[in-house]
């Protein structure tokens, strides 16, 4: 099948036509046409920082709901669009995160900036000092934003399965300057059932069981610990659903069952065996690229011979991808927004929440797909970015089967600042346990809200061991700050800067940050499924008030 030369749509960059599915004209502006129609000059296109600080005025981000068409149903999800009708937000280097967020969901909400640095008070997570704001309501944010690629995702309940999530790209000077046509991928895992449907399959509840255990997910910490104890299944109804109601739900759909032992023969991947390992604890309907599927993909337009740079970001809420270049070869220059010494390859693993920029240098001309492949399975979304004139054939959703995600990329990455070398004032160590049945994770034997915080002083030097004792892979986030990869299993290394990391199954990473923005900071596993019932742990500065 030939799609469509004139379906053009685009996530970020080129003209969408709000997300909908509806064809709308190619836009492709190269920024040097742009900087040399506006006077040739980085100078007369940037102002100073300073001036940008006192002119701008807030932009307005809505968190709303949207009908989203995915593979011929429609599914009534959420969404946050910025004051351009697109998806997120975009920062011209200079600007301040000066934005006025207007809650118009038909509920509660909060917002995280995930991977920017802002006082915690501004986080967007629900500590008991920063509720969840009401619908019709409008909370304003304004801090100076770190450049790079990010994203912002709902930290209330379950919001972020249902879509609340959107691209924050911050430019910086550096990037302008390389002339690069940039697009954005986010991906996504996509359920007609509501959040609440899915924990029930993964704990083996009632779906008002699932809500009331999810719900215990927000508000303070206890110092009181909870060792050994996961969270109990309630026996009274919750408050009520969260999340949309997705049209066509089954509610007697059975839980989705973990991957296991899948044979890895012919993949072309780099052979890492699934024995014993969990994966993919949820059955997706479907996985989308940029809101669309593989069945009716976005086509980015590309100039022959085109520079890019990718700005991937994994946005889904429990599924971990392969980042498949085909034909072409990339360079990753940056991890969750900061940069790295350039790693050429063809095949990039991404997990839940990370980021990566790839610079592509295209071919004369053709169409290159950007292919995202589900770690332990045959099934994958993507982009295809196309030449003038040429030919686009249909991409099947399935393939060989892939493996599991690793730090394979990891340990080849070297940020290019990486931070200042000075001996650790606390080194602390994390066990992730937990498993599938119960359905119930935690770290060093808490589960929250009843935990331990870790108590830091402005100016240490902290680092974490994280130590892996379950057989399902953690990706692992930390509010608030930036941390360095300064270990793999037992291997010193000068690694990349990033907010989130892998830990595989049986691995050991250690990482190390500076204390230096001053608050309460969550920490926890950014598969969804996994802070629900209970992964998550708190990082509080002395001083600050509970």
């Not at 080129?14 to 997300?19: E, K, L, P, S, Y």
């Not at 129609?37 to 002119?55: F, Q």
């Not at 255990?213 to 206890?222: F, I, K, L, N, W």
């Not at 050994?228 to 949309?244: C, F, I, L």
Request: net charge neutral; with cysteine; glycine share 12%.
């Amino acid at each position: 099948m030939i799609f469509d030369h004139n379906r053009l749509h685009d996530y970020g960059v080129q003209t969408r036509n709000g997300g909908n599915g509806g064809a709308v004209p190619p836009l492709v502006i190269s920024r040097r046409a742009l900087l040399g129609g506006i006077g040739g000059t980085l100078a007369t296109v940037m102002l100073s920082a300073k001036a940008r600080a006192a002119g701008s005025a807030a932009k307005r981000l809505t968190a709303e709901t949207r009908v989203l068409e995915v593979n011929g149903r429609p599914a009534r999800v959420f969404g946050l669009t910025g004051p351009d009708g697109r998806p997120g937000l975009r920062l011209t280097a200079g600007d301040r995160f000066r934005v006025d967020l207007a809650n118009e969901t038909g509920e509660r909400t909060l917002v995280h900036w995930h991977g920017q640095l802002p006082p915690w008070m501004q986080d967007g997570f629900p500590w008991s000092q920063t509720p969840p704001f009401p619908n019709g309501t409008v909370e304003s944010y304004d801090y100076a934003p770190i450049s790079g690629t990010y994203w912002m995702h709902s930290h209330h309940g379950m919001q972020e399965q249902s879509l609340l999530t959107a691209p924050l790209v911050v430019d910086d000077v550096a990037t302008l300057r390389e002339d690069r046509q940039d697009i954005v991928l986010m991906l996504h895992d996509f359920t007609f059932r509501t959040p609440d449907e899915v924990l029930a399959g993964l704990t083996g509840t009632s779906v008002a069981d699932a809500h009331s255990v999810a719900q215990r997910t927000e508000g303070a910490g206890s110092d009181e610990g909870g060792k050994g104890q996961p969270p109990a299944m309630p026996t009274m109804a919750g408050e009520g659903r969260r999340g949309m109601a997705m049209p066509g739900m089954s509610m007697s759909k059975p839980p989705d069952p973990p991957m296991k032992g899948m044979s890895m023969k012919g993949t072309g991947m780099a052979g890492i065996g699934m024995a014993g390992m969990d994966l993919n604890d949820v059955q997706y309907d479907a996985f989308l690229a940029n809101d669309r599927t593989l069945a009716d993909p976005e086509i980015v337009r590309v100039d022959r011979g085109g520079r890019v740079r990718l700005r991937i970001i994994n946005g889904a809420s429990s599924s971990q991808f392969w980042i498949d270049l085909g034909n072409l070869t990339g360079r990753v220059v940056a991890t969750d927004g900061h940069a790295v010494q350039p790693v050429p390859g063809k095949l990039f693993p991404i997990a839940m929440a990370q980021r990566l920029d790839i610079l592509v240098d295209l071919p004369a001309a053709g169409t290159f797909p950007i292919l995202a492949r589900l770690e332990g399975s045959v099934r994958q979304t993507g982009i295809i970015l196309a030449t003038a004139g040429a030919p686009i054939s249909r991409i099947a959703d399935d393939t060989e089967a892939a493996p599991p995600i690793d730090n394979s990329l990891e340990t080849r990455l070297a940020a290019a600042e990486p931070l200042p070398a000075r001996p650790a004032d606390i080194v602390h160590t994390i066990a992730l346990g937990g498993a599938m049945k119960p359905y119930a994770w935690s770290m060093n034997g808490e589960y929250w809200p009843h935990i331990t915080p870790l108590m830091l002083n402005k100016g240490q030097r902290i680092e974490i061991e994280l130590v892996n004792r379950s057989m399902m892979a953690h990706p692992m986030h930390l509010h608030g700050h930036v941390f360095q990869i300064v270990a793999i299993d037992g291997r010193a290394l000068h690694g990349a800067v990033r907010d989130t990391v892998l830990v595989s199954p049986s691995g050991r990473v250690r990482i190390a940050f500076d204390a230096d923005n001053p608050g309460r900071w969550a920490f926890h596993c950014h598969n969804l499924y996994h802070t629900e019932t209970g992964m998550m742990t708190e990082f509080r500065y002395h001083g600050i008030a509970v």
